[in-house]
């Protein structure tokens, strides 16, 4: 999600060979502010940044550490402002958020990942389709609605986004929903009829909070245009969209510290669970290179099934670890959304994010050949994997589509991976992959002293 800035960092780290190096430490800055404003951070933001880090590191001896807890504290102070962080729910639910933005800017299918966000936390949440504006729009979010699985509320036949608003938090009381997200209408640019619109559906409800959806494509624009829905409605929060696709990745370090509200979202990829909460020392320490042990965490406790995944760990110690253990695990890793966004989360292995960011859990060539073997065994087989003799294989092959080799080299992959979860789960063995991670270093650069 930040291998630009992640890399410009472990790169101007680098430039520090020794301790009290004055012309090192300049260099270093030199090197950060170019890569910096290279990756669309904002030049005030760049600006302010370099200098307090650099007075920073000053003032604690020029040296690796102090330049990078230096960094660190000041990147945590520019991501943070005064407002919510993630989603905070209402005392008295249900919890109702407007979604507000441009047309184009992904607000439609943002709503969809924010429900989806929502449900996978157990919360019953209802979607209101008020962009009255967009054809099509309506139905995009009945479709959103129904990948995702959760209620929506429309009317056909009514063409004011005010009544359908109204209708929409009726229902959402009357039925005891937690959460009510209104996606309201967007313009191709900012103009007075479409504010108008906003502030009436605003006025014509209790609103908890008012989100603006960002497009990070676009840029220093996506920070103006923020601004200027804060300045005329009034917003709380911004969900930054499409971030997977901007290669720069600066607009989301500028967007907190030049508009004055709170970073609450990103969007990470296109499918629905790709939306992860914006948490400023979180964030931080990923792009340091050092993870976030905790979001991710958070994220898999959200989606993964602890029953199950107790079954799991058991008949992996045992070595039983079957072709359905595999298919359940895939549907619920294909929860958690991109390989990427995963990899990056885990200390030490960020830098393994980038070959990674095409790897799809449901839809790779890999795993698509995976399925086709599963699908053409009997019950029994994929039960016990270790019943594939050479007839077997043959009739399976048939069966797939595969060729023997094929089939004998997934399952040859499946008996080593099996092997090694066993090895894994064993007492220590976790420890020796810690320790192996632990020597990596975080993201490749020296770790930050506590």
Request: cysteine-free.
């Amino acid at each position: 999600m930040f291998d630009s800035i992640t890399g410009s960092i472990r790169s101007a780290v680098n430039k520090i060979r020794h301790k009290d190096d004055a012309a090192s430490l300049k260099k270093a800055v030199t090197e950060l502010r170019k890569s910096l404003l290279k990756s669309d951070v904002h030049h005030k933001t760049t600006k302010e940044l370099i200098t307090a880090v650099e007075l920073e590191t000053k003032k604690n001896g020029i040296g690796q550490d102090s330049f990078l807890n230096a960094l660190k504290d000041e990147l945590t102070k520019l991501l943070t402002t005064d407002g919510n962080q993630g989603f905070v729910f209402s005392n008295t639910p249900p919890t109702t958020i407007l979604m507000t933005g441009l047309q184009g800017s992904g607000k439609t299918t943002t709503t969809g990942k924010l429900a989806n966000y929502l449900k996978q936390r157990k919360k019953k949440v209802l979607v209101a389709a008020a962009d009255l504006q967009r054809l099509a729009a309506v139905e995009q979010l009945k479709q959103i609605a129904e990948q995702v699985e959760v209620d929506i509320y429309f009317d056909d036949n009514e063409k004011d986004p005010v009544k359908i608003a109204i209708a929409a938090q009726e229902k959402a009381k009357a039925e005891h929903y937690d959460v009510l997200l209104v996606d309201t209408a967007g313009r191709l640019a900012i103009d007075e009829e479409l504010m108008l619109q906003l502030k009436e559906v605003r006025d014509s409800i209790k609103v908890d909070e008012i989100f603006y959806v960002a497009d990070s494509l676009t840029g220093h624009d996506a920070t103006k245009t923020a601004t200027t829905f804060k300045e005329k409605i009034g917003i709380d929060g911004v969900i930054l969209s499409k971030y997977d696709g901007d290669t720069k990745g600066g607009v989301a370090l500028s967007i907190a510290h030049q508009v004055g509200i709170p970073l609450r979202f990103v969007g990470i990829g296109e499918k629905m669970p790709d939306l992860e909460v914006f948490i400023p020392d979180r964030i931080v320490s990923r792009l340091m290179g050092a993870g976030d042990i905790e979001g991710l965490a958070e994220k898999t406790s959200a989606v993964i099934d602890e029953k199950k995944a107790k079954e799991v760990t058991k008949k992996i110690k045992k070595g039983e670890f079957n072709f359905n253990d595999f298919l359940d695990q895939l549907s619920m890793m294909s929860k958690l959304g991109s390989m990427k966004s995963i990899i990056g989360m885990i200390p030490g292995l960020s830098q393994m994010a980038g070959p990674l960011k095409d790897m799809d859990f449901e839809n790779s060539d890999e795993i698509k050949r995976i399925k086709a073997l599963i699908a053409s065994m009997t019950p029994k087989e994929r039960e016990q994997p270790s019943l594939m003799n050479a007839s077997r294989k043959k009739r399976i092959a048939k069966g797939s589509g595969l060729t023997e080799m094929q089939i004998n080299k997934i399952l040859k992959q499946f008996k080593n991976a099996s092997k090694m979860a066993k090895k894994l789960s064993s007492k220590g063995g976790m420890k020796g992959l810690q320790n192996m991670m632990s020597q990596m270093g975080p993201g490749g650069m020296p770790k930050i002293p506590k």
